[in-house]
Each structure stands twice: as C-alpha cells, then as structure tokens.
C-alpha cells in the first residue's frame, strides 16, 4: 500500500461515516419504509382463539379455577397475601409461572359502576393472544415455541426447550412466565387447552364461562362478532353466544338475550395489534387502561429482526464472501513469516 | 528483567526460529492470586446454590427481567472484553500490520477467557441447561432466531481462539514439527477468528430489535447490529490499551509505545463515528427529543458523557504515548461500551406488564465476580507459564 497511515486512516473514517449514514437513513427508519422488514405472516386458515368481552365478565374467575384444573397447575399466593392464605385459595393477581389465565380488574375513583372509566371499575382476561407473527416462536433457538400451521396455536415443548427465557423476553404482552422457584423450571403460557381440543372439548375457560364473556371459535367468526358487538347501541336486544361460537366444540350451549349495557370502545383488541393476534377483546374503557399496550405497530416485530438477519445472512452469501476475503488476506500476509 | 532478556539472547543462538514470546516467570501463589482464588471458591458456592434451589434462590431475576446481569454483564458485557483478539487479529494478519503483532498473542489469551467464562455464566443462566446441547443439533435449529446464531457462532468463536492459542502450548512442550504445521493451516482459523466475530457482535445488537416498545427509543433501532458492532470494535481497542498499560505497569514492562498511539487513534475514530452515529439515527427516528425525557435518559447521558471524555483524553496527539491518558482515555472508552450495553440490556429496558424492577442480588453479583475471578487466575497462571507476552526488544520478522 503506498497510501500514508494517515490518508488511509481518514479515507476509511471518511468512506465509512458516510456509507453509515446512508444505510442508517435506510434501515432505521419507519417501518413503513423500513428497507430491513420482511413480510408479516398471514393469519392461519383455521385459527382459532378466544373473544373476550369485558362488559360481559362479572369476575368470578371461574376460568382461572378451571384452567388451573384443566392444565395440572399449583394454586398461587403471593408473598404479600400469605398473612390471611395459607394455601386454602387460588389468588394469582398475575401471569406466572403457575397461572396461565387471570382476570384483573381496573378501578378508578369510587368504583361504583362496572364499565366506565372514570368512578367505575372493568375486568380483563389476560392469557395467551396466540399471534400470527409470535416473537416467541421467532425468538427461539430450539424450536421449543411453535406455531400449529393448521389451528395457529403456539405450543411449547419443555423437552426441547433450554430455559433461555428470551421468549419471556420477547413477548410485547407478557405471556409466556418462566418457573424461577424450580430447579427445573420451565415457561408456562396458555396453550389454547390444545389436549381438550384434541378431544373436541373447549379451552377450560371458554367451557366454564357463565355469560359467553369468554367465548371460543375460529378466529375469523370471532372477529366479525367483534365487529357486531362493537356497532351495537346502549339498549338494544341481542344475542350473546356461549361456549363455541359455531356450535361445534364443546356440543351446542344456550347464549343469552340482554339490552347492550354500555357503549362498546371501538377498538377491538388483538385485531390490528403487532400483525394481528387469534384472541380478541372488546371492551367498554379503553384498552390502555387495562394495561394492555396499544401503541404498537400494525406489523410484528419479526417482521424487523428476521428483516435483518434474512438481508444479512441470505443464503450465507454474505458471510461466505467475507470469509474468502479474508482467508485470502490471512493467507497472503501469513505465509512468509510464522503467524502468532 | 535481565533474566528475560538473557533468554531471548541464548535462544537466539540455538535455533533459525526466533521465539519471540516468552512465559513472565516468577511465583505462581501470590497475594491477588489467592484473593481471585477466594473470590472463585465463593462463587462456586453459590453456583451450587442456583442448582439445587432453582433462578429465583441466586438471583433476583423475574418474569418482567428475565434477563438480569448473568447476560448482561457476563455474556454481552464480558464478550464485548474478548473483542481485543478480534481487532489485534484484524489489524495484524488481515490488514498486515506487523507491527501490532506483540499484541496480537496477550489479546487472544484474553478472549480465550473472555469467550469460554461467558459460555460458563450461559450454563449458569440457562434455566434448562441440560438441554443446551440442543443449540448444536440441526433438527432443533430454527434459523429465524437470533440467539441460535450467536450461540453457534459464539461456540465456534471459542473453538477458533483455542486454535488460535495453541502454538503457544506447542511451543511450551516444545512440539516444533507440530507447530509448524498448524501455522500453516492457521491462516484460515485467523479469518474465521475475523468473521465470527463480526457475525456474533453485531447480533448480540439485533437480539433486542424484537423486544420493540419494551426498549426505550434512546436505543430501540435497526442500527442496534452496526452499534454493537461499533462498541465490540471500540472496545476491543480499549482492552488492548488498558491491558498493555496495566501489563508493563504490573509486571514492569516497558509500554509498546508505537503500537499502543496506533490503537489509540483508532479507538478515537471508531469511538467518534459511534457518537457521531447515534446521533444521525435519532435524527433519522425522529427522536431527537428522546435525549430529554425519554426512558433511561440520565444513563443515556452517563453513556455519552463516557464517550465524549475518552475522545477528548485521546484527543492531543502527545497523550496517545502518556501512559496516564492512555490509561484514562481507554478506561472512559470502555465504561461508555459498558454502559451503553447495560442499557440496551437492562436499563433501558421496560417490562411488559409492569410494575417490576430489578437489581441484581449480592449472591448473583458474586456469581459474576467469581467468574472474572476466574478469569484473571487462568490470565495469570497462564502468561507466566507459556510464551505469551512479548519478550522485551525481541524483534519481529
């Protein structure tokens, strides 16, 4: 090289500041003209999933008793609730380790009426959404969180798993828990009650449910009863379906009849959200303040980190170029005197 | 100092082949040698610990930090530490900087360790360890996942640096016929010492893309691999001058003052182009404004304050040869790589469904300590008892 260390050194300051700017423009910028974003994955033919209704649940938390039975797990007590539950009850507050389903409440001021966001109070489910485009599943290095191709469910198999917890990690909504108290712990989520399926039994909780505020179905029919519920008014008569929304699984249930009781949010949960999710919420207090994060993409966030490892590393051309070059350099500046 | 010397000289006489490395000598049980060792035995137990009782006895992890130190310091940290091979390596045989190649041995050494203890905290962290040779078996690979390329490549990475090291036991046991030979095929081991690196860095910076809202917008970017990139590299140079300071400090040795302005200088290139980078991307995101007010803004300014004064120590061209600023400017370079990791990793980090907090338990720090205690007993039995530093004056074909 007959370049001075100097002229090189700021060439290649120079050369490469700018080549930086330039893809930095390129590559951090919106999603929406984002150069590093793959594709989002469609939802599955035959998802299936879970319609919440908020204004319908009356928290009795009997899904959260019958998940616990349907799946085998533990009764939870929080460290705080020891003084007055020796174990006699149930009290998860919370996704964990050994809670797969819960209903939280939101209170404001007085709580004096169900449904309204100031002075009132409003339940929430939180459980497993079973997203199109999962980051568990994208995450994982071991294929221990999968997608089901046909029903769209995401399983976990502990055989497979490594205990890396990035799927606790990755979850923009907090489902999947990992057991710290075990030595041989491993991630709990909510798996649709996959096992009951297989035997055209509902979900645990969509079975127990007394007011169809659970109600399960292919998440396509799902959606479009969303859609009907949140179109409706204060007042009017409608129907309100139990247990599978189609009738099948589970056997046929009676729903009800009732006059809408509040205004339904327009925004239905799960539908758009990060590429949109097989179990869906509708509410009459904003989603927000059920602690559920609403200021999200409409694409998954796969869709960016596979984005850069698919532009990086397709089909390891990249790496292998970079290789040769290097093995050439190596071995030209190596062979004539002893490498280190 | 003179019996070093003598050596070079006699050895010069027996053999075409010139050794330039040579073993520090001295006493192996010293004072800091047994207080590493104490530190180790103390980990160990604790380590233990985590085994039989499960995360949650040991550290003070949760479901909204699953992540705590183990990765953070451990992996993300300590490996950015092991990039001092990775440069010394780069700047040596690729660009074919001769100069640099005193370094290039102690460097190695250092990511030798660096790597193998950060594949030891894994172990420590893994909830279900016994399973983790699932990473290396194709039909439980899913190639869309970040962490399956940094482990593969971070395992190799390790292979590639045991390779890399072993002429030095060769020449130790003095297998000359055997070495010859491996340098012949080192070249290639040498470029995939370059590339795995380079691959694995910048992933440890794309692992946290898909955590999205849950990183603060002071470091949630699709720049995340160039940045990573960017501090391993920074860092790297950092290492080598702080370890070569402490080094001639230490053993009392003469610095390698040539070499060492050098590195500085690129230590300040890539330091300035990394600041000057995060700008651009705020600028870019939209997010100028995150500086002031945005999730984990003082620590984003302790990170970039770090970096601004190791610039300007290094700045003045007399300080790249003062053992002092060398010693400041790199030790401020590093901190700001250290902080700025521990940002993406845990500070800047914000839990799904909160409220949680965390901060590591004594126990789980002392995990860590006991693997970096680990860590400078091997660096020390092993720089005393094989050719590994430079012999001092020797010169280099």
């Not at chain 1, 925004?267 to 999710?277: A, P, Q, R, V």
């Not at chain 1, 980190?305 to 030209?332: C, D, F, K, N």
């Not at chain 2, 900087?97 to 950060?118: D, E, N, Q």
């Amino acid at each position: 090289m007959t370049l001075s260390r100097r002229n090189f050194l700021s060439r290649a300051a120079r050369g490469s500041a700018a080549a930086a700017a330039a893809a930095c423009t390129a590559v951090a910028a919106p999603p929406a003209a984002n150069a590093l974003q793959r594709p989002p994955k469609p939802m599955p033919a035959e998802a299936v999933g879970l319609l919440y209704d908020s204004t319908l649940c009356i928290g009795c938390k009997a899904c959260v008793k019958a998940c616990k039975d349907a799946n085998g797990m533990p009764v939870e007590v929080a460290p705080e609730q020891t003084a007055w539950n020796g174990g006699e009850w149930d009290t998860p507050v919370e996704l964990s380790g050994k809670t797969l389903n819960v209903i939280k409440v939101y209170t404001n001021g007085t709580m004096a009426e169900k449904d309204r966001e100031t002075d009132g109070f409003a339940f929430i489910k939180r459980q497993c959404l079973h997203c199109a485009d999962p980051s568990c599943v994208s995450v994982c290095p071991v294929s221990a969180m999968t997608k089901d191709a046909r029903t769209g469910i995401v399983n976990y198999n502990p055989d497979a798993c490594i205990g890396c917890r990035y799927c606790v990690l990755s979850c923009p909504f907090g489902v999947p828990k990992y057991e710290y108290d075990s030595p041989t712990g491993q991630i709990r989520k909510c798996q649709l009650c996959k096992h009951r399926l297989a035997e055209n039994q509902l979900p645990a909780c969509a079975d127990v449910c007394p007011t169809g505020a659970t109600l399960f179905g292919r998440t396509e029919e799902l959606k479009a009863e969303a859609k009907r519920r949140v179109a409706l008014k204060p007042g009017e008569r409608t129907h309100f379906p139990r247990g599978d929304i189609a009738g099948k699984v589970g056997g046929a249930r009676d729903g009800h009849e009732a006059p809408v009781r509040v205004a339904y949010q327009q925004h239905i949960y799960g539908e758009k959200e990060l590429g949109g999710t097989q179990c869906l919420a509708v509410s009459a207090v904003p989603f927000d303040k059920l602690n559920l994060p609403t200021d999200v993409p409409e694409t998954g966030y796969p869709t960016l980190s596979e984005g850069i490892q698919h532009t990086l590393y397709a089909g390891m051309v990249g790496p292998a170029t970079l290789l040769a070059g290097l093995v050439y350099l190596a071995h030209r500046n190596t062979k004539d005197h002893d490498v280190d | 100092m003179a019996s070093i010397l003598s050596d070079r000289t006699s050895g010069s006489t027996e053999s075409t082949w010139v050794n330039p490395h040579k073993p520090i000598g001295g006493r192996l049980i010293t004072e800091p040698f047994l207080i590493a060792l104490i530190f180790v035995g103390i980990g160990g137990i604790l380590m233990a610990q985590r085994f039989a009782g499960g995360l949650g006895a040991v550290a003070n992890i949760s479901d909204g930090y699953p992540w705590g130190m183990w990765v953070a310091v451990d992996v993300v940290i300590g490996s950015a530490f092991g990039c001092a091979g990775y440069v010394m390596a780069f700047l040596a045989y690729i660009l074919n900087k001769g100069k640099y190649h005193p370094l290039v041995r102690p460097a190695v050494l250092a990511s030798l360790f660096g790597y193998g203890l950060a594949g030891l905290a894994v172990l420590v962290d893994l909830g279900r360890y016994w399973n983790f040779y699932h990473l290396l078996l194709p039909w439980y690979a899913q190639p869309n996942s970040v962490m399956l390329e940094v482990g593969l490549c971070v395992a190799t990475y390790t292979i590639v640096l045991m390779v890399e090291f072993t002429p030095a036991f060769l020449e130790k046991f003095g297998f000359e016929n055997a070495r010859r030979k491996l340098n012949r095929l080192l070249f290639f081991f040498v470029a995939l010492g370059v590339l795995l690196p380079t691959m694995h860095q910048s992933s440890l910076g794309t692992m946290m893309v898909v955590v999205g809202h849950k990183l603060s917008p002071l470091w949630q970017t699709q720049m995340l691999p160039v940045f990573f990139w960017l501090t391993a590299v920074l860092m790297g140079f950092g290492v080598v001058i702080w370890e070569s300071v402490m080094a001639s400090l230490c053993f009392n040795r003469p610095t390698e003052k040539a070499v060492l302005r050098k590195v500085a200088e690129l230590m300040l290139v890539t330091t300035a182009l990394f600041v000057v980078l995060r700008l651009v991307d705020f600028a870019v995101r939209g997010q100028l404004g995150a500086p002031f007010g945005a999730h984990g803004t003082l620590m984003f300014w302790v990170e970039t304050a770090l970096f601004i004064a190791g610039i300007l120590v290094v700045l003045p061209k007399p300080a790249r040869t003062e053992r002092k600023a060398l010693f400041l400017g790199s030790s401020f370079v590093l901190f700001g790589g250290i902080i700025y990791r521990l940002n993406v990793y845990i500070v800047g980090f914000i839990p799904a469904v909160g409220p949680w907090s965390y901060f590591p338990s004594l126990a789980e720090i002392f995990v860590t300590v006991g693997i970096f205690a680990l860590e400078v007993l091997l660096y020390l039995i092993f720089v005393k008892t094989l050719p590994v530093m430079h012999a001092v004056n020797a010169k280099h074909g």
